[in-house]
């Protein structure tokens, strides 16, 4: 299915999916249906022996097949109703399970592990309240079974009671098989009509589970239109011609009309505000998202002419979140199993994880755990560098592949990327205006369009109010400029604004610790001065007198500022 099914479904449904519903189908449903046959033979069996006694007991098991029908059609609407809303409870406690333990640092690092238990607790309180409503109809039908089996025994006594005093022939030992099989019947009729409703709740499953059989597929076409060969692409063109893309049918254009050419070898950057559409792209690129119009050629060759597997094998991207998958690390470095240990190991030391990877106790056959977490994020975002330099695709994408790594990471990314891809076209989704100032030419898009698509130094000295050179001065970084004109190198600017964010934080630190002493010392020094009896009331005037009389008679104490009392204290040593 195409990813943005998995962008509007839960997980929660998903993992419901997967687990209960097949669970239904492939254990429960079986077992509901062979157990319905049983008990339909055996009721079968029962009527025609207790038939064999008086031809009139058929009337009385029409009638009770009637009732049974009514009220088995009564419970069955009820019952779906309440077994859905159960499914839709469900998916929420599996959602919320799921983000709990993905994002259990950032709860215990902000304390919310209260509000986070009493989340699923409501979550698990309302799922808890459909398994009730379940339990209810279900002793709700169970009781109307019961008396319904009373009923249809009464039936047949009465109806075998009439007979005998009608006179109405019947062989004794027929009589006594027809009691003794009644109870049979009615014990047969219920469990049919609970299996018919077990199998009603079992083919729910299977309706949801054909549902997710029946999407559309993310393929369009089952084989290109034009045959590429392997080498594909050979220089690494790209060429917009009047693109526009949505997320999904309905939803307003994210992307509108681009028009652009990207020459081979060239290095591009793309800025923009949040929203602009600048991430969009590359996925459009991968075609993650279909055009709605235009098309997207790559050295000649309309994109939606190949299979999806050729298009995303023949580019490369350095996402920028690192994503590890749980196995060994020679299966995340290279999963196909294309490359040698040589070549593994040849790229492990230009992004210098040789040491790190050599240290563990497997070396490339090291397990690695789920998400990564026995690596750091530097390291994981440096062996998904390994991936990029193993494969040296000829369209290499970038999503800030540094945006969550430390700076001496950041320079040996940097490095690697301009030293080890100059004869590829890169194209860089830019946070942060350092990592492209030294491009070709950058694409500034604003709300899906493409406003400025020219070279960084054209942009800012050409259009100083574009909207490029207005990033550039909301930044008031003066290294940005030496960027652009090449008289720095990226490591270079990027080592400079570090040491200056250090010493502004080391001087704002001082300045906070020069502060604190300062506070301290006015606040020792600080004391009421005495009130004067122009300026205040009469009634306040009053308790205030009577608190200097009594200080007064005490010890004759006056209530002096601190520098009147120094002032005090030095007449006295004069005098003395």
């Not at 100032?437 to 406003?451: H, N």
């Amino acid at each position: 299915s195409p990813v943005s099914f998995f962008d509007v479904t839960p997980m929660g449904r998903l993992v419901s999916r997967f687990s209960n519903d097949l669970r239904s189908i492939d254990m429960r449903l079986p077992l509901f249906f062979e157990f319905f046959m049983v008990q339909v033979s055996i009721f079968l069996v029962s009527v025609t022996t207790i038939s064999m006694s008086s031809w009139y007991l058929i009337f009385v098991f029409v009638v009770i097949a009637i009732l049974y029908y009514f009220l088995q059609n009564a419970f069955r609407k009820s019952l779906i109703e309440v077994r859905r809303l159960e499914g839709i409870t469900r998916s929420p406690v599996y959602v919320h399970f799921d983000n709990t333990l993905s994002g259990l640092a950032c709860l215990r690092a902000y304390d919310c592990q209260h509000e986070f238990r009493l989340e699923f607790q409501k979550a698990v309180n309302e799922n808890s309240r459909m398994w009730l409503n379940m339990f209810f109809h279900n002793s709700w039908f169970y009781q109307r079974l019961d008396w319904t089996s009373a009923l249809t025994q009464l039936l047949i006594l009465a109806v075998l009671f009439i007979n005998k005093y009608a006179g109405i022939g019947m062989h004794g030992g027929l009589v006594a098989l027809a009691l003794s099989n009644m109870t049979a019947v009615t014990q047969s009729l219920g469990q049919i009509s609970r299996c018919l409703a077990d199998l009603e709740q079992g083919m729910q499953a299977v309706e949801r589970m054909l549902e997710y059989s029946s999407l559309p597929p993310e393929e369009l076409k089952e084989s290109p239109a034009e045959p590429v060969d392997k080498s594909w692409p050979k220089k690494g063109e790209i060429v917009f011609k009047d693109f526009s893309a949505r997320y999904r049918p309905g939803l307003p254009l994210v992307l509108k009309h681009l028009n652009l050419t990207i020459k081979h070898g060239e290095k591009i950057g793309i800025v923009g505000r949040t929203g602009s559409g600048k991430s969009t792209t590359l996925l459009a690129l991968f075609r993650i998202i279909n055009p709605a119009e235009g098309s997207i050629t790559i050295d000649g060759i309309n994109t939606l002419d190949m299979h999806l597997a050729t298009i995303r094998s023949a580019l490369t991207i350095i996402p920028q979140e690192p994503t590890l998958f749980t196995g060994s690390l020679r299966y995340n470095i290279d999963p196909v199993g294309l490359y040698t240990d040589e070549q593994i190991w040849g790229a492990l030391k230009l992004t210098r994880l040789d040491g790190v990877v050599r240290d563990l106790p497997g070396g490339l056959d090291s397990n690695v755990t789920e998400g990564g977490d026995n690596f750091s994020v530097g390291q994981r975002q440096l062996i998904c560098m390994v991936r990029a330099l193993l494969r040296h695709s000829r369209i290499i994408c970038m999503d800030e592949a540094t945006a969550s790594v430390d700076i001496q990471t950041d320079c040996l990314i940097q490095e690697m990327i301009r030293s080890q891809f100059q004869d590829c076209t890169i194209i860089t989704v830019a946070h942060r205006l350092h990592t492209i100032m030294d491009s070709d030419r950058v694409m500034a898009m604003r709300a899906g369009e493409l406003i400025e698509f020219d070279k960084p130094l054209t942009l800012i000295r050409e259009h100083p109010d574009g909207l490029f050179a207005s990033m550039v001065a909301a930044t008031n970084d003066a290294s940005l400029i030496q960027l652009a004109e090449g008289k720095v190198s990226v490591t270079e600017a990027l080592i400079e604004r570090d040491r200056k964010k250090k010493e502004r934080r080391r001087h704002r630190h001082q300045q906070e610790s020069q502060e604190l002493p300062a506070a301290a010392a006015t606040t020792t020094t600080t004391t009421t001065k005495p009130h004067d009896k122009d300026d205040s009331d009469e009634e306040s005037s009053k308790p205030i007198k009577s608190h200097k009389k009594k200080k007064a008679k005490r010890g004759h104490v006056k209530i002096l500022p601190l520098d009147d009392e120094q002032a005090e204290d030095k007449d006295k040593d004069k005098s003395k």
